[in-house]
């Protein structure tokens, strides 16, 4: 069965998500791990 344009579109949408999901998501831990070494330098607290 052929796949028509609109179904290569969908999955074509599908895998951009996927893909912008997978950057975004360690992004953010990575932020969240800066932001921590911040607070720690800023307010001299060992977290150790």
């Not at 607070?39 to 060992?46: M, N, Q």
């Amino acid at each position: 069965m052929p796949e028509t344009d609109s179904d290569i579109n969908i999955e074509g949408a599908f895998y951009r998500k996927k893909l912008l999901l997978s950057i975004i998501i360690p992004g953010i831990f990575i932020f969240l791990m800066w932001l921590v070494k911040i607070i720690e330098i800023l307010f001299e607290i060992d977290f150790h």
